[in-house]
């Protein structure tokens, strides 16, 4: 008998001996079956070393079969390099190319109250920037991935956690009751509900958040690009960043972040004044700071004698054509941290451990990450004949993700409540470095090379 075979009878029959007044045990239980829950899931079911452990994956909703229609999804995500890897290590990204994605080759960043901008692109022209992927279809792939190949992960659909006792140790089980009446223990509970999450909740873990007072406007836009529309766009505007994401050769998703009066102006519009008020927002030179521009001229008219260069032209976005029927919609915007993201048999991930403003398009990459981080710690557990809900293990998964989260996330704070303001200092100071970063290309493959790695 091997030795990972013995630590694996071992910890089946510790198992065993904890009280579980009769429920139904599992080894791990995933509440939330989103895109990061789901991908928590499928990874726990295809790895070798967690093969023999019963996982229950709760949803409350019901997840519908992926069906291809002409009207693409309002809610989008920007897929990075990493979680492209990711998806091909699951066995979901041929289906997903099959499907439908966008390649996003480069990103147009504009600031409206300057003429200061910054393109951001691989160095190596075969690489991509992101994908634009529906979100609807990530969670179908990954769903129908789960039921094909992970024998040892149940899906449990339209149910929901109603009472969850998490110990303060290892000599007691999580105990859950759902609302059918299925009362479970489990070794580990994995948090992946969300912003409001109810695992959070149960536990005893600091958590800073606050709202910004703005939501996020989403809508599928047809647009008249001038190339293969292969570009995202950025434009900061006084209330927020407008974001255009590419989903096909003349549409793209758009995500206007702005203030909670003005998404809701945005949604009382018919389609022709909506889409006449954001060409407006995304060409429009009223904020333009005289001040800056001045100064931004002089200082590229002097590089640009110095190293005989051009002057920069600023791109244009392309021009919004026409709004998808029934797309138009709102969510509100806010961070929030968790100060722990584990806790003896607890684990958060995704939004149930971090919200992060949408304005980098890395939340759920963030997400995605805290997936590859806890199954290493899991399956290091398992290696060393250790409790899945062992905290010297659970510690590793919350370091690392800690140390790659925080800083990202109060970049997107930072960058949000920098570029909200019209003071002409303020638009002067970020002109400039964005004026600088785009001349440095060291600097720029930097921060691509940062946003495309672990």
């Not at 989008?76 to 492209?84: E, G, K, L």
């Not at 999580?174 to 299925?182: A, E």
């Not at 434009?235 to 203030?259: D, E, H, M």
């Not at 290493?376 to 290696?383: A, K």
């Amino acid at each position: 008998m091997s030795l990972l075979s013995y630590r694996s009878i071992r910890l089946t029959v510790l198992a065993c001996n904890y009280s579980t007044k009769g429920n139904i045990f599992y080894d791990a239980v995933i509440v939330g079956g989103g895109m990061v829950g789901n991908a928590m899931a499928c990874s726990m079911g295809l790895s070798k070393t967690l093969s023999s452990k019963k996982v229950l994956l709760i949803e409350s909703g019901d997840p519908k079969p992926l069906v291809k229609t002409p009207i693409y999804s309002n809610r989008v995500s920007a897929i990075s390099p990493p979680s492209v890897a990711f998806f091909k290590k699951l066995g979901i990204w041929e289906n997903l190319e099959k499907y439908r994605i966008k390649r996003v080759d480069r990103l147009e960043v504009i600031d409206s109250c300057s003429r200061s901008a910054i393109r951001f692109e691989q160095s190596d022209p075969a690489n991509e920037i992101a994908y634009i992927v529906e979100n609807n279809a990530i969670v179908a792939l990954l769903s129908d991935r789960i039921r094909e190949r992970c024998n040892n992960v149940e899906i449990k659909t339209k149910t929901k956690v109603e009472n969850c006792v998490i110990p303060n140790s290892l000599a007691e089980l999580v105990n859950l009751k759902l609302n059918d009446g299925t009362e479970i223990s489990t070794s580990l509970i994995i948090g992946a509900d969300g912003v409001n999450s109810q695992i959070r909740q149960s536990f005893d873990v600091d958590y800073t958040s606050w709202e910004y007072g703005q939501k996020g406007v989403v809508a599928t836009l047809q647009i008249q690009a001038e190339d293969d529309n292969s570009a995202a766009w950025q434009r900061f505007s006084k209330y927020g960043p407008i974001a255009l994401l590419p989903l096909s050769g003349n549409l793209s998703s758009l995500v206007w972040t702005t203030s909670d009066e003005h998404a809701e102006y945005l949604l009382s519009l018919t389609p022709e004044q909506f889409v006449d008020e954001l060409n407006h927002y995304l060409t429009t030179d009223a904020s333009q700071s005289r001040i800056t521009n001045q100064v931004l001229s002089v200082v590229e008219g002097t590089l640009n004698s110095l190293c005989d260069t051009k002057p920069t032209r600023v791109p244009i976005p392309p021009t919004v054509i026409a709004l998808q029927s029934d797309t138009r919609a709102a969510f509100p915007l806010g961070f929030g941290h968790a100060h722990s993201y584990v806790a003896p048999r607890v684990a958060l991930i995704g939004d149930a451990a971090h919200r992060i403003h949408p304005l980098a398009g890395q939340g759920v990459n963030l997400g995605w990450a805290d997936v590859r981080k806890l199954i290493g710690c899991l399956e290091r557990s398992i290696h060393d004949g250790a409790d899945l809900g062992a905290l010297t293990y659970l510690s590793e998964y919350d370091s690392e993700g800690q140390r790659h989260n925080v800083p990202v996330q109060v970049v997107c704070d930072w960058l949000n409540r920098l570029y909200r303001t019209e003071a002409t200092p303020i638009v002067l100071i970020r002109s400039l470095g964005l004026f600088a970063v785009n001349r440095l290309t060291l600097v720029k493959d930097f921060i691509v090379h940062q946003t495309s790695s672990e």
